[in-house]
């Protein structure tokens, strides 16, 4: 009888007991959370509101409910703006050359400061990357122009070796060169700081076994850091890739000027030009400027979700 009574108990399945859910502790955690949720309903959701300018006539008398609507005219008229598709060409090829440029550079330069065995250089190296992050673009912006005036710093020194002087910030041919190297130089501290944060989370058991076996420096770098900090380079890649349609509207404002619209006019400018209606003495369009905005958020939803796809699919990786 109690053997029958035994094996009818292991044959039986076992329940999985569920984790007990403390309510208390529960609601302590999520009341933290209600100021940030209160300001991102204020500030994110509640504007959102503003979209339905981009299907619409919109008059500031009458108001988002009684603009005309006039439907998908707004987008017909922009996608057939002679200037749409220069704006956009020069979003993507800007916002492009930013990414390769500072994740690249990023990745070497953290991998690099990492080998730096001496704390106080490394600290050092690493302020002195990082300040320019702090910096507004409406300072950085103006020291650039100044920088590469005609009678600016740079055109002196070129002078000292019989270099006639350039008009930089004017030129089509410099323009994009200097917005992309003056972000890099920017924002290149922060994602350093992210990688070597990384790099500091690897195991440093892992190190020691591969240095017993004979591995030198170059072998731990491309067979242990670098593996090591693949995730947060999947993870960096998907943010930055989602930023594809955002080549820097503040840095972009500070610096360009008429001359140098053909290479360096981008959506983001386009939409403060025509929905405020500056230069030309032109009238201020804002449903044009919503349409706009519009158009370049959906895209960069579009090639974020793409992005974050594709690094799920190769890499098994997730955010959330």
């Known amino acids: 009888m109690e053997q029958t009574t035994q094996t009818r108990m292991l044959s039986e399945p076992v329940k999985s007991r569920k984790p007990r859910v403390h309510i208390k502790e529960q609601l302590t955690f999520h009341s933290m959370m209600v100021p940030g949720v209160i300001?991102?309903?204020?500030?994110?959701?509640?504007?959102?509101?503003?979209?339905?300018?981009?299907?619409?006539q919109y008059n500031v008398v009458q108001g988002f409910f009684g603009s005309p609507w006039v439907g998908m005219r707004n987008f017909y008229m922009l996608f057939n703006r002679p200037d749409?598709?220069?704006?956009?060409?020069?979003?993507?090829?800007?916002?492009?050359?930013?990414?390769?440029?500072?994740?690249?550079?990023?990745?070497?330069?953290?991998?690099?400061?990492?080998?730096?065995?001496?704390?106080?250089?490394?600290?050092t190296v690493q302020t002195i990357l990082f300040l320019p992050y702090f910096l507004s673009w409406a300072l950085l912006g103006n020291i650039m122009v100044n920088l590469f005036s005609l009678t600016g710093a740079f055109n002196n020194f070129l002078g000292i070796?019989?270099?006639?002087?350039?008009?930089?910030?004017?030129?089509?041919?410099?323009?994009?060169?200097?917005?992309?190297?003056?972000d890099v130089w920017k924002t290149i501290g922060y994602q350093i700081v992210v990688f070597l944060a990384a790099i500091v989370n690897i195991d440093p058991a892992l190190y020691e076994a591969a240095k017993i076996d004979g591995a030198n420096n170059t072998q731990l770098c491309f067979h242990i850091t670098i593996p090591g900090i693949m995730s947060m380079i999947v993870l960096m890649c998907i943010l930055n890739i989602g930023n594809i349609m955002n080549a820097g509207f503040e840095q972009i404002l500070v610096m360009y000027n008429p001359s140098v619209y053909e290479t360096g006019d981008i959506l983001d400018t386009m939409a403060y030009r025509i929905g405020l209606g500056i230069g030309g003495g032109s009238t201020a369009q804002y449903s044009m400027g919503t349409a706009i905005g519009l158009f370049k958020s959906v895209i960069s939803c579009a090639v974020f979700s793409l992005s974050y796809f594709l690094a799920y699919k190769i890499k098994g990786y997730k955010i959330f």
């Open 39 to 56: 300001l991102a309903i204020i500030f994110q959701i509640v504007p959102m509101v503003g979209i339905v300018m981009a299907f619409e």
């Open 84 to 123: 749409f598709v220069r704006a956009v060409w020069n979003t993507v090829v800007i916002a492009f050359w930013k990414i390769l440029f500072t994740s690249v550079l990023s990745i070497i330069l953290a991998l690099l400061i990492n080998e730096v065995r001496i704390k106080n250089i490394k600290k």
């Open 161 to 182: 070796f019989g270099i006639k002087p350039v008009y930089w910030i004017i030129s089509n041919t410099w323009f994009r060169t200097i917005i992309v190297a003056s």
